[in-house]
């Protein structure tokens, strides 16, 4: 049997709990891009109902990495959930399979975003 250890990285949203540290959507994706670079499998990427700009982040994360899994943190209320999808909604799927994969993909990341 074969064990992976999966990686999940806080530091988009906690962070910014550290005093005087403060990050905007740039920077973050800066930071989103290094952690992906280094193989993190799981990306906290912010706390979407707390503000426009920490929705913005996880939005804007969720386009620009591919590789980790991009999640955000919400509390047990309905609100908070829908926000988070929608913050969400652009995040690319990693659903395909073998066949696809191989085979189907032929759109280049920009045109499954709608950019071209």
Do not use: W
Request: one cysteine or more; proline letters at 3%.
């Amino acid at each position: 049997m074969s064990e992976k250890l999966f990686i999940f990285d806080t530091t988009l949203r906690d962070g910014e709990q550290v005093p005087g540290c403060q990050l905007n959507t740039i920077e973050k994706i800066e930071v989103a891009r290094a952690l992906e670079e280094l193989g993190v499998d799981i990306l906290e990427a912010g706390f979407p109902i707390s503000s426009p700009g920490d929705f913005n982040s996880v939005r804007e994360i969720s386009k620009a990495v591919s590789n980790p899994t991009i999640c955000a943190l919400t509390r047990a209320v309905q609100k908070d959930i829908d926000v988070a999808a929608d913050a969400l909604a652009l995040a690319i799927c990693h659903g395909y399979s073998a066949h696809s994969r191989q085979y189907g993909l032929t759109r280049t990341r920009r045109q499954q975003l709608g950019y071209d």
